[in-house]
């Protein structure tokens, strides 16, 4: 059998990043073995961004290896521990504000600003042209341009491309978000204490504190605390109480090296609340999937661009823009967090699936010594890497740069995510290679920093350039 060997365009030295070499970031936790099979939490697992540092992907071999997962688990642990006490906590820099001190700036500043231009363009014309926004967003939109919060609402269908029912559409759903949280969000002792105003205030009786009182009798079996009814707001609220904790941990343990999302300020406490309220909201409107761990993931960085928007009123209205947009880009890849569709055609297997054929069809040498050399799973590292559409693998300015090309394929983010975590692979090949089992799951499991306008360029390059 003759191996497809790799391309030129490949080996391109124009995409070759510095060999610098910067130590991994601590890991929030451990990545321990469990020998239980997981629970519907324990699908995914969580780690810091890592740090905005650019390092050859395919440099050293020569790392140290550790004792790794045992081979017959799939579903990664999901982090019941705090991070170590030792562990410094690092900052991460605000990717739309802060700038990269390399020697690339000059090519790199000229080459946004002709996008930002392009890209302003064709946000001022009345009737937007989709096709040719979605081009120029998937080739990056610039940091400092404050247009992305608008790109990507118009990406996934939040803004429709006439500019002129922007106004009333905004109002309609804002509207509608505000009506879903005083339904959705609402207190059972709120909603007796109004049923005993509104009860004793037709009957003209009011106790001496000026408080409507209810006898037992009066009280109805849907209102009554120890409802079991269905329709009970009380049964239903200790029902959710679950789930809202489990939300509660989770977002609390969201980017915890960004000030934006944590810390003791007001502004994060309020962003921590807005991600709550928005997934308690989700958790409520699809009761088939409710919430699964690993959704805050996906919910930080559409919150994180839309708080940070230009226009005062995007602002002050990004929970329930956010809100949408995160029900529409679930939409698309939901079926990856419902544990039961796990076997179907549909399912995260069946998504795994596929990304091991497009590495198979594009570098057999590569995919053979991974699944029959090695015997490296593919479940084992790029079940989180489809599942949370990469937010754990890159820093974060580069997953907004990631997911610039995700929201702007016309095909969906599914096909041009699985195109990505393939290229991955392929950018690494060489210590791949040469490694064993342990040395690869090492590796994939804490993808190492790489040049993302090349990871992008070789996962484009998958599309129309299969190896021959």
């Not at 019941?80 to 906590?89: E, G, M, N, T, Y």
């Not at 997953?399 to 290229?423: F, K, N």
Request: charged residues 25%; neutral net charge; aromatic residues 8%.
């Amino acid at each position: 059998m003759v191996n497809k060997r790799v391309p030129d365009w490949l080996n391109n030295s124009m995409w070759s990043a510095p060999t610098t070499t910067t130590p991994s970031p601590p890991k929030s936790q451990s990545q321990s073995s469990p020998s239980r099979s997981p629970s519907h939490a324990d699908r995914i697992d969580t780690y810091p961004s890592k740090p905005s540092s650019v390092t050859s992907s395919d440099s050293s071999m020569n790392e140290p290896r550790e004792t790794l997962p045992s081979t017959s688990v799939i579903r990664p642990e999901s982090p019941s521990k705090p991070a170590p006490a030792s562990a410094p906590r690092t900052e991460v820099k605000d990717p739309l504000t802060s700038s990269d001190s390399s020697g690339n700036d000059v090519s790199s500043s000229v080459e946004d600003d002709s996008r930002q231009a392009q890209l302003s363009q064709e946000l001022s014309r009345k009737i937007i042209n989709m096709v040719e926004l979605k081009r120029l967003a998937s080739l990056g939109i610039p940091d400092g341009a404050g247009i992305r919060s608008t790109v990507w609402k118009l990406l996934l269908s939040y803004l429709p491309s006439d500019k002129g029912l922007w106004s009333s559409e905004l109002a309609k759903k804002r509207s509608q978000y505000k009506h879903f949280k005083e339904d959705l969000l609402k207190n059972p002792s709120e909603v007796t204490r109004k049923l005993e105003e509104s009860t004793s205030s037709q009957n003209g009786e009011k106790t001496k504190e000026g408080k409507g009182l209810l006898s037992r009798s009066e009280i109805p079996e849907d209102e009554h605390p120890l409802s079991l009814g269905k329709t009970s707001v009380w049964n239903q609220f200790f029902q959710d109480t679950e789930i809202i904790e489990q939300i509660d941990r989770d977002v609390k343990r969201t980017h915890p090296d960004m000030h934006f999302f944590s810390g003791d300020t007001a502004s994060a406490k309020a962003n921590q609340d807005a991600l709550k309220n928005i997934l308690i909201v989700y958790a409520k409107l699809n009761p088939g999937i409710r919430y699964v761990q690993g959704m805050n993931e996906i919910l930080a960085p559409l919150f994180y661009v839309f708080k940070n928007d230009p226009n005062e009123d995007f602002v002050a209205n990004a929970e329930a823009d956010t809100f949408f947009c995160f029900v529409e880009l679930l939409s698309g890849v939901r079926d990856n967090f419902c544990k039961q569709l796990d076997n179907s055609v549909v399912g995260i297997r069946s998504t795994i699936s596929k990304m091991s054929q497009l590495l198979k069809d594009h570098d057999e040498e590569l995919w053979r010594h991974l699944e029959h050399t090695t015997k490296v799973n593919p479940q084992f590292y790029a079940f989180r890497w489809i599942t949370l559409l990469l937010t754990q693998e890159f820093n974060f300015a580069d997953i907004l740069h990631i997911w610039d090309t995700l929201l702007s394929d016309p095909e969906g983010p599914q096909e041009t995510l699985l195109r990505v975590c393939c290229a991955m692979l392929i950018l690494v090949r060489r210590r791949l290679l040469a490694g064993d089992f342990t040395a690869n799951l090492k590796l994939l499991q804490s993808y190492p920093s790489t040049n993302i306008s090349h990871l992008l360029y070789v996962a484009n390059k998958l599309r129309s350039h299969p190896l021959l």
